[in-house]
């Protein structure tokens, strides 16, 4: 079966400062892996996705970056906090087009 | 664009109640409907998944149909439990696309 795993759990961040999420995928080869933000109480917005290692595709701008150094990791960062950028970080995985996708349990981000 | 519509922002209902959630969807191509379910602080889960092909997907006593005449696609659930409390969000993959784009979420609460 495959598993999900996302850190940290929650994070207090100050305006300004830098941010490292992380994401890894266990018990499937190759997956197709998202982020995802919601605000509190919010819908989800898609950030970015990636098909391989190493090729990761922007969907919206939020001053936000995202890497793929493994084929089971993914890592949002950015070098710089804004207030904007609180709240409920998701990773997912798929198995390619068309297809649904499952969400890790996500991390809480509050920022100051 | 694809875009998918979610108009009930809260349903309130009484247990054994009859459950009925209903999204209407665009896209020019033929999509994947997918129901999600998010607990509390939790990812959502996947719920149910109904394609062009199969018309309707039935898991833990809820069942999805879609209407392509009206370009709808609806939840419903016989009798609703205390523990089906949560935030019910509806989806659609276009074909040949990577992106999930979501509804805008149904906070369900039901009363004991």
């Known amino acids: 079966a495959q598993t999900i795993h996302q850190w940290p759990v929650a994070e207090i961040k100050a305006v300004g400062s830098p941010l490292s999420l992380g994401c890894t995928i266990k018990g499937k080869s190759s997956p197709n892996l998202y982020w995802y933000w919601q605000a509190t109480g919010g819908t989800l917005q898609q950030l970015f996705y990636s098909i391989t290692v190493g090729q990761v595709e922007s969907v919206v701008q939020l001053n936000l970056s995202a890497s793929r150094p493994k084929d089971d990791q993914f890592i949002l960062s950015t070098e710089k906090l804004l207030l904007s950028h609180s709240g409920f970080y998701l990773c997912a995985w798929g198995t390619g087009d068309y297809a649904e996708q499952f969400f890790g349990p996500g991390t809480r981000l509050t920022v100051l | 664009g694809d875009s998918v519509t979610q108009k009930q922002g809260q349903v309130t209902l009484s247990e054994d109640d009859f459950l009925f959630i209903n999204c209407t969807y665009s896209?020019?191509?033929?999509?994947?409907l997918l129901w999600y379910v998010q607990y509390l602080g939790q990812g959502p889960q996947l719920l149910l998944k109904v394609t062009t092909a199969n018309n309707k997907g039935i898991s833990r006593g809820f069942e999805a149909t879609y209407d392509k005449g009206t370009t709808s696609f609806h939840l419903q659930k016989a009798s609703v439990q205390e523990s089906d409390s949560a935030v019910y969000f509806c989806?659609?993959?276009?074909?040949?696309?990577?992106?999930?784009?979501f509804g805008s979420g149904t906070q369900l609460t039901v009363m004991p």
């Open positions: 896209t020019t191509t033929y999509p994947t």
């Open positions: 989806a659609l993959v276009a074909s040949g696309s990577w992106q999930l784009i």
